[in-house]
Each structure stands twice: as C-alpha cells, then as structure tokens.
C-alpha cells in the first residue's frame, strides 16, 4: 500500500495576520504529520481574493506563505501540493504565484476545474503551469462536459506525467462499488484514447 499523503485544508489568503500565521503553522503541523505516517506530501489551498485586498498583495502573500511551508516540508521530504481551488486558484493566477515561490517541494495539482476552460482556452492554462506540476490531481465527474478530460489526458500523457488521479466525487450513487468501476473504466478509456492517437 502507497500513502500518497494528507489532505490539509488549510489556505493562505487569510487577511488576519493571527489567521494567516495559524494556518501556516497548521500546514506545517500536516506537513510533519504526512511524515510520521510515511507519506508523500499534502494538498493546501491558495485560495480566494478578498474584498479590498489588492489581487497582487494576496499573490505575495499566497507565495510568501508557501515558501515558509515548503522550506519546512522539504526538510521531512513532503511535497507541497497547491490545488487550483477557490477564486485565487485559476492556473493563470497559480502560475503568477509559482513565479514568487522559490522552495522546490512546492507544486501544483490540478482540480480538474472548468473555470480554467472558459473560452475554451484550457491548453493554454495548462501550459502556464504544467513546469510546476506535481505528482498528484483531482478528477471529478469524467462525464462532465464541462471540463476536457481527453484533453488534459493527452496534454499530461504528452508530458510524460507519471502521477496520481485521485478521485474527489460527491455524487450520491447507490452503489458506490459500480460507480468506483465506472470511474476507473472511464479513466481507462481516456487513456487509451490518448495513447491509440
């Protein structure tokens, strides 16, 4: 059995300084946490711009908070994960973030989000970030339209991303071993899709 390692809630977009120094400190705790039960790294958020808070600060602060967190990780051999979630997690505001970080053991999972699709523009996204890609990613509903699953498939399998898919569904099914198939029989066909082109 593989621990991949923890999901940590926690998110640098915080205001406060007290909050934000909380939350720093409890990535850290996480961090060494994932250590102790022998995993890989955790997930954090960016997470969301606040009102009256200029966009930049919070990307400074997003990017200085990460690297306090990564410098500490790196020292338990954890990486950091920074999922795109929340408002501050497009990829175009995550690679302007990743642009201030300078500990190497922080990355970026993808959460399959259709934000970064608008426009239809997801290649692009993606190629603002995929040089700071981690080992891991959400995918969600693979028959939602919404998000081109073939096409993050193929852009990863291009790349030679030898990563996790974890799942992340919330969806009420009625038997959750069928709907763990389906998933997994999805996936599979996304990937031969992508390698049979």
Known sequence: M???GVA???KFDHPDPAKLKAAIENAKGFAK???????RGMRVFPNDFQKGVPEDKT???IARSLNEVGKYAAGY???IRLENHGNAGRLTTLRKIMDQVTEKSVRIKLNCDAKDNEGGQFERNFNLVKGFLGDTLHMHDLRDEKFPYQLQT???IDM???GWWLVEESSKVPDRVQALIELRQGWES??????SR
Do not use: F, P, R, Y
């Not at 946490?33 to 995993?39: K, N, T």
């Open 59 to 61: 990307i400074e602060q």
């Open 154 to 156: 193929n852009l990863l």
């Open 33 to 39: 946490l994932s250590h102790d039960v022998g995993g």
């Open 2 to 4: 593989t621990l991949v």
């Open 8 to 10: 940590c809630g926690e």
């Open 160 to 162: 030679g991303w030898e």
């Open 190 to 195: 996304l990937v031969a899709k992508s390698l």
């Open 77 to 79: 051999s954890q990486m």
